[in-house]
C-alpha cells in the first residue's frame, strides 16, 4: 500500500468540491448558482437600456424613451433584488457546507490508519494549510459561483459590442492576455507560498510559544522572549521573502497586458465615433459597454485568478485528504479474535518511517506468549516506541510480518484491531472535556457509565486527582473554560492512564512510559498490581488477564518496574539484542545487566 503523495489537479479538485457541496446541499446549491447568475444580468443589460433612450430622445420616439427608462430603472431594482436574495442563500448554502467540510477533514484525518501524515513533515505543511482554509472554504464556491456570473456580464456585453460592428470582438481579444496573466500569475505566487510554508509554520510556532501559557514560565525564566521575536521575525522573512518576488514580478507582467487593453479600448472608441459615423445610440453603447467590458473582465480574471490561486489550492489539498485515505482502504478479510490463544509473533520485522531510509527497527523476531506481561528498555532512540506503534497498527512493517495467533495483522482491519487494544501514552493529550468524559473516551460505548469510569480511576490509581476536584468526575477541565480547572502533569498522566484502562477486555495493553511523571516508588506499586492481575485473574473481571490471553506491553526507563515482567526485550541500535527474564538477563551479564546495575547503584 502506497500512499497518494502527489496532489491533484486544479479542475479536477473543482469539479471534486462541486460533487462534494452537491451531495451535501443537493437542493441549495443549484439554487444559489441560478439566482447568482440572474442577478449578473439586469447590470449587463445597462448598456442596451442607454444606447435605446439615446436613440429614441435623438428621433424623438417617445414610446422607446419610455421603454428604455423602464428598463434602466428595472435593471436598477433587479441588481439590488436578485443580489440581495443571491448574498442570502449563498449564505445559507455556505453556513450549512462549512459545517460539512469541517466535519469530513477532521473525519478523514481520523479514519486513516497510519500515523504518517502527523508525523511527516512535508504532509504536516500540506495539512497546517489546509487546517488554516478549511473555515472559509466555502467562499470557493460562491467565488465560482461569481466568476460564472462575471462571465455571463462579460458574454452578454460582447455580444452587444459586435451588434454595433464585428470588428469590435478585438477589445475583447485585447483582453485576454490579461485573463492569461491574471491566472498564470496566482499560481506563481501559490507556489512561492509553498516553497516557504515550512517557514512560515516555523513562524506561526515561535509566535504561539511567545504567546500562550503553557511555556510562559519557561520563556520568562530563560529570558528568551527578545531572541522568539527575533526568531519569529527571521522565519517571516525567509517565508515570504520569495513570495514578495514573486508579486513584483507577476504584477509587472500583469500591468503590460492591462495597457494593451486600455489602448485597445480608446481605438475602439475612436473608430465607432470617426470611423464608421455611427449613432449617438450606438456612440454611447461602446462607451457605455466598452467601459463595463475592462471592469467586467477585471473582475472576471480577479476572480478567476483568486479562485485558482487561493480556493482551488485549498480544494487540491483536501481532494489529496481524500485520496491518501482512500489509498489506505483495505481489504482485510479476518477478524480480530475474541481471545489470545498462542499471543503475538514478530517474523523478521524491519521498518524505517515514510520519506526516510534509516532503519527505526531491523531484523525484529519476538514471541510475546498470551497472558504475558512483557517489557521493552533500551535506550532513546532503540526503538521502543516504534515498536509499540507497530503492535499498535499505526504503521505496518516495512518488512517481514506480526501474526496474532498465527493470523497476519496486516489482514485484519485497522479499526477492529485498535477495538482490541487499550493502552496509555507518554505524549498523552490534555482531553479538556469534564472529568467524567476524560477518562470515558478510553470505551466510548460506555463514555457517560459512572461505575465503569470509576473502576478505571481505581485500577490507574488516580482516585486521589478526582476525589481532589470540586465537583468530582463532573469537574470541567482546563482552565481556560467556564468553571475549569488546571491539573498538574502528573495529574494529567494519571487521567490518562485512567483513560487507557477503560477497555475491560482489551486483547493488548500498551503502556508507554504512562507514568514518567509519578516517582519510581508510586509507578512499581501501579504495575505490580496491575501486572499481578492481568497474570491471576484476582479481582474483578476486568481485570482478569487470563480470561481473554490478555498480552500486557511495558515501555519504561526505570528498570525497578520492567524487572517484574515475565518477559523483558532489550533494544539497542534498532535490533533486539536480549529477551529473557530480569533473572535470566542479569545472569548473562549483557547490556540489561550493566544498564540495571547503573541505575541500582544510582537510586543506592
Not at 542 to 570: C, K, Q
Request: hydrophobic fraction near 50%.
Amino acid at each position: 500500500m502506497k500512499p497518494a503523495d502527489d496532489m491533484p489537479g486544479r479542475w479536477p479538485s473543482l469539479w471534486r468540491a462541486l460533487k462534494r457541496g452537491y451531495a451535501a446541499e443537493p437542493r441549495l446549491l443549484p439554487v444559489a448558482f441560478g439566482l447568482s447568475q440572474l442577478a449578473a444580468l439586469p447590470d449587463a443589460l445597462i448598456a442596451l437600456w442607454l444606447k435605446l433612450l439615446a436613440d429614441g430622445v435623438q428621433g424623438r420616439h417617445s414610446a422607446l424613451v419610455l421603454g428604455a427608462a423602464a428598463g434602466l430603472g428595472a435593471s436598477a431594482a433587479g441588481t439590488w433584488f436578485l443580489r440581495v436574495s443571491s448574498d442570502r442563500i449563498q449564505r445559507r448554502f455556505r453556513e450549512r457546507l462549512t459545517i460539512a467540510l469541517e466535519a469530513q477533514v477532521a473525519q478523514l484525518q481520523a479514519s486513516v490508519a497510519s500515523i504518517a501524515h502527523h508525523e511527516r513533515p512535508e504532509y504536516l505543511d500540506r495539512l497546517a494549510m489546509l487546517r488554516d482554509q478549511v473555515f472559509v472554504l466555502d467562499h470557493m464556491y460562491w467565488s465560482l459561483f461569481t466568476t460564472c456570473g462575471w462571465l455571463l456580464r462579460l458574454a452578454v456585453t460582447v455580444v452587444l459590442l459586435v451588434s454595433v460592428h464585428p470588428g469590435l470582438a478585438l477589445v475583447a481579444v485585447a483582453a485576454l492576455p490579461t485573463a492569461f496573466t491574471s491566472l498564470w500569475r496566482p499560481g506563481v505566487e501559490r507556489e512561492a507560498q509553498d516553497r516557504g510554508a515550512s517557514a512560515s509554520r516555523q513562524a506561526r510556532h515561535l509566535f504561539d510559544i511567545a504567546t500562550t501559557a503553557s511555556p510562559g514560565k519557561e520563556v520568562r525564566v530563560t529570558g528568551i522572549g527578545d531572541r522568539l521575536v527575533q526568531l519569529r521575525s527571521e522565519a517571516w522573512e525567509r517565508s515570504y521573502r520569495p513570495v514578495a518576488g514573486a508579486r513584483w514580478a507577476s504584477a509587472l507582467c500583469h500591468a503590460i497586458t492591462w495597457a494593451v487593453f486600455g489602448a485597445s479600448y480608446v481605438g475602439a472608441v475612436v473608430f465607432v465615433a470617426y470611423g464608421l459615423h455611427r449613432s449617438a445610440g450606438q456612440v454611447l453603447l461602446v462607451l457605455a459597454a466598452g467601459s463595463r467590458l475592462s471592469a467586467y473582465i477585471g473582475a472576471t480574471v480577479g476572480e478567476i485568478g483568486f479562485l485558482r490561486g487561493f480556493w482551488l489550492e485549498g480544494a487540491r489539498r483536501l481532494a489529496w485528504l481524500e485520496d491518501y485515505a482512500a489509498s489506505f482502504s483495505e481489504n482485510a478479510t479476518a477478524a480480530a479474535p475474541a481471545r489470545l490463544a498462542r499471543g503475538i509473533r514478530l517474523e523478521h520485522v524491519g521498518f524505517a518511517y515514510p520519506g526516510t531510509t534509516r532503519r527505526v527497527l531491523e531484523d525484529v523476531c519476538l514471541e510475546l506468549a498470551a497472558g504475558s506481561v512483557v517489557a521493552i528498555v533500551g535506550e532513546n532512540g532503540a526503538g521502543k516506541s516504534t515498536l509499540v506503534k507497530l503492535l499498535c497498527r499505526m504503521y505496518a512493517p516495512t518488512d517481514g510480518r506480526i501474526l496474532v495467533d498465527d493470523t497476519d495483522l496486516a489482514g485484519i482491519a485497522a479499526d477492529q484491531w485498535r477495538g482490541c487494544v487499550a493502552g496509555a501514552f507518554q505524549d498523552f493529550f490534555r482531553f479538556e472535556f469534564t472529568a467524567r468524559r476524560s477518562v470515558g473516551v478510553g470505551d466510548v460505548p460506555r463514555l457517560d457509565q459512572e461505575p465503569a469510569v470509576t473502576a478505571a480511576v481505581d485500577r490507574a490509581g488516580a482516585g486521589d486527582v478526582t476525589a481532589g476536584l470540586p465537583a468530582g468526575l463532573d469537574t470541567q477541565l482546563g482552565p481556560t473554560w467556564p468553571e475549569g480547572v488546571d491539573l498538574s502533569f502528573g495529574q494529567w498522566q494519571k487521567l490518562a492512564l485512567a483513560r487507557g484502562f477503560m477497555r475491560e477486555h482489551p486483547l493488548l495493553l500498551v503502556l508507554d512510559e504512562p507514568t514518567a511523571a509519578l516517582d519510581a516508588e508510586t509507578e512499581h506499586a501501579l504495575f505490580e498490581r496491575y501486572a499481578a492481575a492481568a497474570r491471576s485473574g484476582r479481582g474483578s473481571s476486568a481485570d482478569n488477564g487470563d480470561a481473554d490471553g490478555r498480552i500486557t506491553v511495558l515501555v519504561s526507563h526505570r528498570f525497578s518496574t520492567v524487572r517484574m515482567a515475565d518477559l523483558i526485550v532489550v533494544l539497542d541500535g534498532a535490533r533486539v539484542v536480549e529477551v529473557g527474564s530480569h533473572e535470566e538477563l542479569v545472569a548473562k551479564r549483557g547490556p540489561y545487566a550493566e544498564l540495571y546495575g547503573l541505575q541500582a547503584a544510582a537510586y543506592r
